[in-house]
């Protein structure tokens, strides 16, 4: 499998979130999950951004001493100017997003620079910094993907999660994305634009990230089954009732098929829908065939991506089984 070429595992668990998502209604749910995931994105972002700027300033304390406090802050070799104090080192140019090229405007032409002594000080320095500006506390939580082992994912994260995944994946189904595609790059790329960032790491996510993804779609799954209201759990109870045939007797609606029973229905060959597969266009199997059985898949599933490529028609939602076979 090359680099880039997009895991089964993940195309299969998109179009499991499509199947949840669809059997339970809960697209709302998925949105106004997004909506207070970005809120939290932000708040993170704050915090870090301004961990940054505290962190800047003390570095340019110490590249530019006014007080003899400030000159104690290169004074590694002596004593902590205050207890507790850890010796750190800070890479030169610090980051700035302050400004447009995003580094901090510090001339290293000026004749303070040039009067460091530390042979080092071109690259950076070391300094004393206090707990809260040390490495160690650096808020580094903010992104969500890729995962990080150390730190549980919130609700509204695990959400995040399985919309990017699913709005990266599946293709000619509605997407969860509350804030519409991002058609153009603006200057400021916005909610849509951080959102897009996140369908590229969900779609490419290392193996590694399946077990978290299924967990999350399983604790979110079930979820979604407890704070069902009860009417609607009736409904979809019976809904689930396999239906009754011409002759009063029981019908199986989530049929499993093959693609060659399903291509007359798409106007498509075997061969094409084959590779839709391949692209992710359509999901993996359900069932996998081998040793001359063809591959299976359950119809509720196939259907809602098989639907983009039959425009001309609406797939019925009960496989027309003998009719075409």
Not at 19 to 48: C, D, G, S
Not at 246 to 262: I, P
Not at 273 to 295: C, F, M, S, T
């Amino acid at each position: 499998m090359s680099k880039y070429e997009i895991p089964q595992w993940v195309k299969n668990l998109a179009w499991q979130v499509n199947t949840l998502i669809r059997e339970q209604n809960a697209m709302p749910i998925f949105r106004k999950q997004l909506r207070v995931w970005r809120q939290e994105h932000r708040t993170r972002y704050k915090e870090w951004r301004a961990w940054q700027q505290k962190r800047r300033e003390h570095v340019e304390r110490a590249l530019r001493p006014k007080t003899a406090d400030d000159k104690a802050l290169r004074n590694i070799s002596g004593d902590p100017p205050h207890p507790g104090w850890k010796p750190s080192w800070q890479e030169l140019p610090i980051p700035d997003h302050r400004t447009a090229s995003g580094w901090a405007v510090i001339d290293t032409t000026r004749a303070d620079w040039q009067e460091l002594e530390k042979p080092d000080a071109q690259d950076g320095l070391h300094l004393w910094v206090p707990p809260e500006l040390s490495w160690e506390s650096e808020p580094q939580d903010f992104e969500t993907l890729p995962l990080v082992a150390e730190r549980a994912l919130s609700e509204a994260e695990r959400y995040l999660c399985l919309s990017a995944l699913h709005d990266g994946i599946c293709k000619g189904v509605e997407r969860i994305d509350p804030w519409g595609v991002l058609e153009t790059k603006p200057k400021h790329i916005g909610d849509a634009g951080v959102y897009a960032q996140y369908e590229s790491k969900a779609a490419t996510a290392p193996d590694d990230h399946r077990g978290p993804f299924e967990s999350f779609l399983t604790q979110i799954e079930s979820d979604l089954k407890a704070n069902m209201p009860e009417h609607d759990r009736s409904q979809q109870e019976a809904r689930a009732e396999p239906p009754e045939t011409s002759d009063g007797s029981s019908a199986t609606v989530d049929e499993l098929v093959t693609l060659n029973q399903v291509a007359p229905l798409t106007g498509k060959s075997k061969r094409t829908l084959e590779r839709y597969v391949q692209q992710g266009r359509l999901p993996g199997p359900d069932i996998r065939g081998g040793d001359g059985k063809a591959n299976k898949w359950y119809w509720r599933t196939l259907r809602p991506a098989l639907s983009e490529f039959a425009s001309s028609k609406q797939l019925p939602e009960r496989f027309p089984g003998s009719q075409i076979i």
